[in-house]
């Protein structure tokens, strides 16, 4: 067992990765679906594509506590494209690269850089109307 040595970590050069592994953490902490034990692998050869596709879900697809995320990693040297589903259309955030995709369908299409990944959640629709609480928590 070797202690990790923090020193290490507060180098200049390895600042993207601290903050990469923060917002990760923060992302598990804020989406259900990444503490769910409801995961599908997509069904893709890992030793011919050096790919790994899964989502992960919490809630039903119906109801408002309903949260769905995407992963793609890319574990080569060379880029590749991937489609990912998506339980629904709309705006999705690959929370790896800060872009925002705009769909119309229920897929998404990416190219992974070598070494690359893509985790994408849904971005709320802000025009959506949520029925206002009173003081007592109730409609």
């Known amino acids: 067992f070797l202690p990790l040595n923090w020193e290490i970590l507060e180098m200049p050069d390895r600042?993207?990765?601290v903050?990469?592994?923060?917002?990760?953490?923060?992302?598990?902490?804020?989406?259900?679906?990444?503490?769910?034990?409801?995961?599908h692998v997509y069904p893709i050869s890992f030793a011919e594509k050096k790919l790994i596709c899964y989502d992960r879900r919490s809630g039903e697809l119906e109801s408002q506590c309903f949260d769905f995320v995407v992963v793609a990693l890319n574990?080569?040297?060379?880029?590749?494209i991937v489609t990912l589903k998506l339980p629904n259309p709309g705006v999705w955030l690959d929370v790896i690269s800060g872009r925002k995709h705009r769909l119309r369908r229920k897929q998404v299409r990416l190219t992974l850089r070598p070494w690359g990944a893509a985790v994408l959640v849904p971005v709320p629709d802000p025009t959506a109307i949520t029925p206002a609480l009173d003081n007592t928590g109730e409609n």
Not at 19 to 32: E, N, P, Y
Not at 75 to 80: A, E, G, L, M, Y
């Open 19 to 39: 903050d990469l592994v923060r917002s990760l953490i923060r992302l598990r902490r804020t989406h259900a679906a990444l503490r769910s034990d409801n995961i």
């Open 15 to 17: 600042a993207q990765h």
């Open 75 to 80: 574990f080569d040297n060379i880029s590749r």
